[in-house]
């Protein structure tokens, strides 16, 4: 029960939605024992005793009952939709919240799809449970004490008959419904996987044709649905037996009261209307037994569903907030001393990194895949934390500084460009909240982006379609490098802008390139040896260390890795005759025609 205790204190800012509901769940089936009881005296006392004087008081008594009741179901009901939706507001978003806090690290682990399934199937089963199950659970226990307590005061021997019912499949229903929770947390992993199966196939669609892999890939998903069919049959299974038996127990007790009660009205040792009330009031004590199974069965369904929302919930971020120095205008001084960095325990990505990249600068980092170029820019923007050494901007720590003011000093052009769905506008202004009209076209003239987006039916209203779909991979990267514009950063992290690109598109970029890094200290990762020739300073990592540093020149006359990277790239470029490449020179030519 310690998962429902963190739920209910995770929720506890809606006490006051809930305090009425519970109320209402109260008086609700206090209206409904009454019920039976108006009934009783319209039988005995009226029609029986034919007191045709106590009929208009006794049948205005019972249409009072009849639309007080409704009343209050309805008025409940209404009010428990209400707070249902509420409750999976507040879960849904602290869940997104806590996944934008794991957001970089927690993606290299885990499948999108499987953290859909949170919002899709495990949320809307923990909150069902208490928005409806627990409030029917106490409606229904308030139902039995109390319907007990009037069978007992109407006739005691018909009310040990009728009472026992209801506690004996109340009580075996904890113990049958037993399975039901670990059969539902299979059956809600095995939906997770249905996700990650569909998300995977959709969004790698192309990739499916191209190979020819249509066949394959919709054998797995109908081999993922096939799994969680039986599975869910399996739960579906438990319920209904239970559900079966709990009919055929109500019906044999039914008869049982029946005819019991025709003996003692026989023997004048009761009155019809109390036989009826009793049949009556069975009904109503053994709907609520029912519930109480339902709540059972859903509590355990609904636990293990949040058995897995809680587990998501406990991943710990790899970057903790804890910076609380001011920095009032970042410069954008980079440092490194004596980095260690590990995404695994015991498989070491940066050993001893340590460089200075002064503000303004335009800083290259050069090397084979794998190296660990990008963890160095990704551990800039606090993605990660460093295992070993410390990292600093102008001097102050990472760590000391506050994320949203860290994240709000560094832009990102990335090598992948993600466009959002949305209009070309939206993913401009991406880069900064609330920006106007005339900043958005400034930033997307200075990325050489307004001539194109000018010639669009709807310029900057345009939808770009799922993943920039819409446009081209030339004119998604100059949308991206407007984002980065408008966001005006000191830091500038590019990360392999141009690999996509052909050479002709990459010399369109590079004027766009140019006013993008201007005053900014810039990072550019690329595997293009001619795009970092004029960078200030080009560091040279080779499995997780930096091996070389200096110019393009001095870097050059070392003969070290980097010239060995520049020959094997001016080699490649060089145009084969008679057969065969011609021998690399040393002339410092620009390679093939990137530039």
């Known amino acids: 029960m310690d998962t429902a205790y963190r739920f209910i204190h995770d929720n506890r800012g809606l006490w006051r939605i809930w305090l009425p509901l519970i109320v209402l769940s109260i008086v609700a089936p206090l209206l409904s024992i009454a019920v039976p009881l108006v009934q009783r005296r319209v039988i005995d006392d009226v029609v029986l005793a034919q007191r045709m004087d106590l009929l208009p008081r006794t049948a205005g008594l019972y249409a009072g009952v009849?639309?007080?009741?409704?009343?209050?179901?309805?008025?409940?009901?209404?009010?428990?939709?209400?707070?249902?939706?509420?409750?999976?507001?507040?879960?849904?978003?602290?869940?997104?919240?806590?996944?934008?806090?794991?957001?970089?690290?927690?993606?290299?682990?885990?499948?999108?799809?499987?953290?859909?399934?949170?919002?899709?199937?495990?949320?809307?089963?923990?909150?069902?449970?208490?928005?409806?199950?627990?409030?029917?659970?106490?409606?229904?226990?308030?139902?039995?004490?109390?319907?007990?307590?009037?069978?007992?005061?109407?006739?005691?021997?018909?009310?040990?008959?009728?009472?026992?019912?209801?506690?004996?499949?109340?009580?075996?229903?904890?113990?049958?419904?037993?399975?039901?929770?670990?059969?539902?947390?299979?059956?809600?992993?095995?939906?997770?996987?249905?996700?990650?199966?569909?998300?995977?196939?959709?969004?790698?669609?192309?990739?499916?044709?191209?190979?020819?892999?249509?066949?394959?890939?919709?054998?797995?998903?109908?081999?993922?649905?096939?799994?969680?069919?039986?599975?869910?049959?399996?739960?579906?299974?438990?319920?209904?037996?239970?559900?079966?038996?709990?009919?055929?127990?109500?019906?044999?007790?039914?008869?049982?009261?029946?005819?019991?009660?025709?003996?003692?009205?026989?023997?004048?040792?009761?009155?019809?209307?109390?036989?009826?009330?009793?049949?009556?009031?069975?009904?109503?004590?053994?709907?609520?037994?029912?519930?109480?199974?339902?709540?059972?069965?859903?509590?355990?369904?609904?636990?293990?569903?949040?058995?897995?929302?809680?587990?998501?919930?406990?991943?710990?971020?790899?970057?903790?907030?804890?910076?609380?120095?001011?920095?009032?205008?970042?410069?954008?001084?980079?440092?490194?001393?004596?980095?260690?960095?590990?995404?695994?325990?015991?498989?070491?990505?940066?050993?001893?990194?340590?460089?200075?990249?002064e503000a303004g600068s335009i800083v290259a980092l050069v090397g084979p895949s794998g190296a660990g170029k990008t963890t160095i820019s990704s551990l800039i923007a606090r993605f990660y934390d460093p295992d070993e050494g410390q990292i600093l901007i102008d001097g102050i720590d990472l760590r000391d500084i506050p994320l949203t003011d860290l994240r709000a000093a560094i832009g990102f052009v990335f090598q992948d460009t993600f466009l959002f769905a949305d209009t070309i506008r939206a993913n401009i202004a991406f880069g900064r909240e609330g920006a106007s009209e005339e900043e958005i076209i400034a930033a997307a003239q200075a990325a050489y982006a307004w001539e194109f987006i000018q010639r669009l039916p709807k310029g900057l209203d345009t939808q770009v379609g799922e993943r920039g779909v819409q446009v081209s991979e030339g004119q998604k990267q100059r949308i991206a490098i407007a984002r980065a514009l408008l966001r005006d950063p000191r830091i500038l992290i590019l990360d392999e802008p141009t690999s996509a690109l052909d050479a002709r598109s990459e010399g369109m970029l590079q004027a766009a390139f140019e006013n993008l890094m201007e005053g900014r200290t810039t990072f550019v990762i690329a595997h293009r040896l001619a795009t970092v020739q004029r960078a200030d300073r080009i560091l040279v990592v080779d499995n997780g260390r930096i091996v070389e540093q200096g110019t393009h020149g001095e870097l050059l006359m070392a003969h070290g890795l980097y010239r060995e990277l520049f020959d094997l790239q001016f080699l490649a470029s060089r145009p084969i005759e008679n057969g065969h490449r011609p021998l690399v020179t040393t002339d410092l030519a620009p390679v093939g025609d990137d530039d």
Do not use: C
Not at 116 to 132: E, K, Q, Y
């Open 66 to 357: 009849w639309i007080t009741s409704a009343l209050v179901l309805v008025s409940g009901g209404i009010l428990r939709s209400y707070f249902a939706e509420r409750i999976t507001l507040e879960t849904r978003q602290r869940v997104f919240n806590h996944s934008e806090v794991l957001s970089v690290s927690f993606s290299r682990q885990e499948h999108s799809g499987r953290t859909m399934s949170l919002f899709v199937n495990d949320i809307p089963a923990v909150t069902g449970l208490f928005s409806s199950t627990i409030l029917t659970g106490v409606s229904s226990l308030i139902a039995l004490i109390v319907g007990a307590v009037v069978m007992f005061r109407l006739n005691p021997s018909l009310a040990l008959v009728a009472a026992a019912a209801p506690l004996i499949v109340a009580g075996g229903a904890a113990l049958v419904t037993r399975p039901l929770r670990p059969a539902s947390k299979r059956a809600q992993e095995k939906a997770a996987d249905l996700n990650e199966h569909l998300q995977e196939n959709l969004t790698g669609m192309r990739e499916v044709v191209a190979f020819g892999r249509e066949h394959l890939q919709a054998v797995r998903f109908h081999s993922t649905l096939q799994d969680l069919l039986r599975l869910r049959m399996r739960v579906t299974l438990i319920e209904s037996t239970i559900g079966f038996g709990a009919s055929i127990f109500s019906l044999t007790m039914t008869l049982i009261i029946f005819t019991y009660g025709a003996y003692l009205v026989i023997e004048s040792r009761t009155t019809l209307g109390t036989v009826i009330a009793m049949q009556s009031l069975f009904g109503l004590l053994f709907q609520p037994a029912g519930h109480m199974i339902g709540l059972f069965t859903s509590t355990q369904k609904a636990l293990g569903a949040a058995d897995r929302v809680y587990a998501f919930l406990d991943e710990d971020p790899a970057v903790e907030d804890e910076g609380e120095q001011y920095v009032e205008a970042i410069s954008g001084t980079v440092e490194f001393r004596e980095v260690g960095f590990a995404y695994r325990s015991g498989e070491p990505v940066l050993s001893d990194v340590s460089f200075v990249a």
